[in-house]
């Protein structure tokens, strides 16, 4: 089975910051990984599929990038509503998400 | 708009059986590979299983096998998941996907 890896587990950031989280694949995932964005209590939205593509009504200040095992989702200028879980996702053999990444304000 | 309502939680002993419901509106239900997505207190998005189109297809993670079933029905645009031998670590927040879009979740606890 494929390992996802997200770092960091926790980020602190300020409104305005450049913001990058990664994951690490255990084996080549080609481009099938996508990212999700979890607020707390609510269902998991879709941001980026296979790696760079941005979902319907994603504000562009998210993307993606990377291939093969690493990958990076950046947000370019922190807004508070960014809050949340951030959770990446392989499909590429199998499914796996990775362990999360909680994202607060400094 | 894309709309999944998941239905069927509860709380339930270990050991006994318990039905989730997907109903889905807004897209062609029988276009769609389907999933459930499962996430426990606290902790990370497991997915559970998943179903192909026409249904002839399924897939589990290991924990669920033999235990969980999963079924479609197109003609009804809905997604079942059947879950038997429940333990306490299946307790969670049960989540109906496209992968795409997602329900809002059904809490299932299981507890003596």
């Known amino acids: 089975d494929i390992q996802m890896t997200q770092s960091p587990s926790f980020l602190s950031a300020s409104v305005g910051d450049r913001v990058t989280i990664n994951c690490k694949a255990s084996q080549n995932i080609n481009k099938y990984l996508d990212w999700y964005q979890q607020k707390l209590g609510e269902a998991p939205k879709l941001l980026i599929y296979n790696t760079n593509s941005l979902h319907t009504a994603i504000p562009s200040r998210f993307s993606g990038s990377g291939s093969g095992t690493d990958f990076t989702l950046t947000i370019s200028s922190l807004q508070p509503e960014d809050v949340a879980t951030y959770f990446c996702?392989?499909?590429?053999?199998?499914?796996?998400f990775g362990g999360g990444t909680k994202l607060e304000l400094k | 708009e894309v709309q999944l309502v998941e239905s069927g939680g509860g709380l339930v002993q270990p050991g006994r059986s318990l039905k989730l419901s997907c109903a889905a509106s807004?897209?062609?239900?029988?276009?769609?590979?389907m999933a459930w997505v499962r996430q426990a207190p606290t902790k990370g998005l497991e997915w559970v299983a998943y179903?192909?189109?026409?249904?002839?297809?399924?897939y589990y993670r290991d924990s669920v096998k033999g235990r969980f079933t999963i079924s479609r029905d197109n003609a009804k645009s809905t997604l079942y998941l059947q879950m038997d031998s429940l333990r306490s670590e299946d307790t969670a927040t049960y989540y109906c996907?496209?992968?795409?879009?997602w329900g809002q979740g059904v809490m299932v606890t299981v507890s003596s």
């Open positions: 996702f392989q499909h590429n053999s199998g499914w796996t």
């Open positions: 179903i192909s189109t026409g249904g002839g297809s399924t």
């Open positions: 996907t496209t992968l795409r879009s």
């Open positions: 807004g897209f062609t239900f029988s276009n769609y590979y």
